[in-house]
């Protein structure tokens, strides 16, 4: 046979071969779809949000944290100008920098008002009793008050809640840190059979599959996005409401701006704060009976006179805040945190600490372990305290007194106490002395094969130290939250 005739003969048999049914591809995938641009809102419709710091010169022109305006931007599409309306966010005072926004979600209104309506709905909740903000509630300053949160079927989750307050500028999302931004968080709480899903194999899937079926959320997913709800898209949605959740302009940041403008009217050139700008800032502060009063527990007609008195003991507690209470050693920044993890000995019993407060370490990849993460959580911010009781992960302090107790004493013994913690000068002392046979200390802890000490360091505060440090934290406690973003009932335009 000729390779013609050959080749001939093999295509009649194939095409006389049965036909075996493929499965039809899953195009509605429930994690991701493709945009379809024209089920979007028209470009020169969309409206932006974009942040203002105060470093910038139309800040101080912004009446509040919510202003509508206008701005020239160019049609990706067609790349003709076209003016649209825009909405400008007014950082709050003492943040700096604005939060960063991933390019692949970017601000609008629309978006923003899918995610607050995702937020406080409980139809991602597989019992329908659970919502993000049932464990992240305005009310309580976006946490819930409670050791630890109660999810679906009243189950009581292992670790306490944090807020939302300013979760925009963390590093890390979550105590363990399993999460790098505010998209990957909006995701957790979902996948988590404790907290909003359970019993099912893919709880996305299910909770997709529910916003599918609501004509309203598949009309705005649809709007915003192109195509019908997903895991990825509602993620984004909810991230971009809590990116506005902003706490600032505390007593504390209004003192720092009294002293730059002291400073400049001076012509001094010393930026260093005084006692006196954080009267002026009280000053202001009753005037105008303020939030700030009853954060520090003042009363506007009673305490008026002793504006100077309490700004001595402010500058007090914030120079303990940088200096011997060592808060600044993991407490810095904007926020008033390091972004990384501590071991505190928080959950450690009789110098012992069990495998569920093992913390970040269990969430480093295999091959990756790193000891200096045993036991170690992720340092939460400071602004915002007076509303997010109780602390640490664990809840286990009720009140801003405890935790000052807790790490006056240097937090709680383990054989994995961050360095930071320990008094390290002692724990050498120890050593030297148990080597060349001298008595040692024998309420000293000591761990592993070689004995290793680990020697708490204690700040040795005195009470009126303790009370102005708690004085000072409460003056980063910051302004109430524009009502846009706090009532769960208000949308723009209504």
Same mark, same amino acid.
């Given at each position: ?135 992240? =509630? ?15 079927? &009243? ?6 809640? $944090? ?50 079926? &609501? ?8 709007? #915003? ?32 701006? /009294? ?17 006196? @700008? ?13 939030? /700030? ?13 002793? /504006? @100077? ?36 000995? #928080? ?28 036991? =170690? ?11 997010? =009781? ?22 709680? #013994?383990? =054989? ?43 700040? &040795? ?8 440090? #708690? ?20 949308? $723009?335009?209504?």
């Amino acid at each position: 046979m000729t390779p013609h005739r050959l080749l001939s003969a093999l295509v009649l048999l194939a095409s006389a071969a049965p036909v075996v049914a493929q499965p039809e591809p899953k195009l509605e995938a429930a994690d991701f779809l493709l945009p379809d641009e024209s089920k979007m809102t028209p470009f020169k419709d969309r409206v932006p949000m974009v942040f203002v710091t105060s470093n910038q010169p139309e800040w101080k022109a912004l009446k509040g944290f919510w202003t509508d305006g206008t701005q020239e931007d160019a049609d990706p599409v067609t790349g003709l100008k076209v003016t649209r309306k825009v909405v400008k966010l007014k950082v709050p005072l003492g943040l700096t920098q604005a939060p960063v926004v991933p390019p692949e979600n970017p601000m609008t209104v629309e978006k923003w008002v899918l995610g607050k309506k995702l937020y406080y709905d409980e139809i991602l909740s597989s019992d329908g009793t659970v919502a993000c903000a049932s464990c992240h =509630a305005p009310a309580k300053g976006f946490a819930d008050g409670k050791r630890t949160s109660t999810g679906i079927n &009243n189950a009581l989750g292992p670790i306490n809640a $944090p807020t939302v307050f300013n979760a925009a500028y963390n590093r890390f999302q979550f105590w363990d840190g399993r999460g790098t931004s505010l998209e990957d968080q909006a995701q957790g709480p979902v996948g988590n059979s404790k907290e909003m899903f359970g019993g099912k194999a893919d709880p996305w899937e299910e909770a997709v599959t529910r916003l599918r079926a &609501n004509p309203g959320y598949v009309k705005a997913f649809n709007a #915003v996005f192109g195509h019908a709800p997903t895991r990825d898209a509602a993620a984004k949605a909810v991230a971009a409401y809590e990116r506005t959740v902003l706490l600032g302009n505390g007593l504390h940041d209004r003192a720092e701006a /009294a002293m730059r403008t002291r400073v400049i009217e001076e012509e001094s050139g010393k930026f260093v704060l005084t006692a006196a @700008d954080y009267a002026t800032a009280l000053k202001a502060e009753f005037a105008a009976n303020g939030p /700030a009063l009853k954060d520090l527990g003042l009363d506007a007609a009673k305490d008026a006179a002793r /504006a @100077d008195a309490f700004g001595k003991r402010l500058l007090a507690g914030r120079d303990l805040f940088f200096g011997k209470a060592r808060c600044t050693n993991c407490h810095t920044g904007d926020t008033y945190t390091d972004h990384t993890f501590h071991n505190l000995g #928080v959950g450690a019993k009789s110098g012992e600490l069990p495998l569920d407060d093992f913390g970040r370490f269990l969430r480093l990849p295999t091959g990756h372990k790193d000891t200096a993460f045993v036991g =170690a959580f992720k340092t939460p911010g400071v602004r915002g305290l007076l509303h997010t =009781a109780p602390y640490m992960h664990s809840g286990d302090e009720k009140t801003l007194e405890e935790v000052v107790e807790f790490y006056d004493r240097g937090g709680n #013994v383990n =054989a994995w106490l961050d360095e930071k913690m320990r008094d390290t000068a002692a724990e050498a002392a120890y050593v030297k002395a148990r080597a060349a046979g001298k008595p040692v200390d024998p309420a000293v802890k000591t761990y592993g094969p070689a004995k290793k000490p680990i020697i708490p360091l204690k700040l &040795n505060l005195t009470p009126q130290e303790k009370a102005d440090l #708690v004085l000072f934290m409460k003056a980063l406690n910051g302004d109430p939250l524009d009502p846009l973003v706090a009532d769960p009932a208000r949308f $723009p335009g209504k």
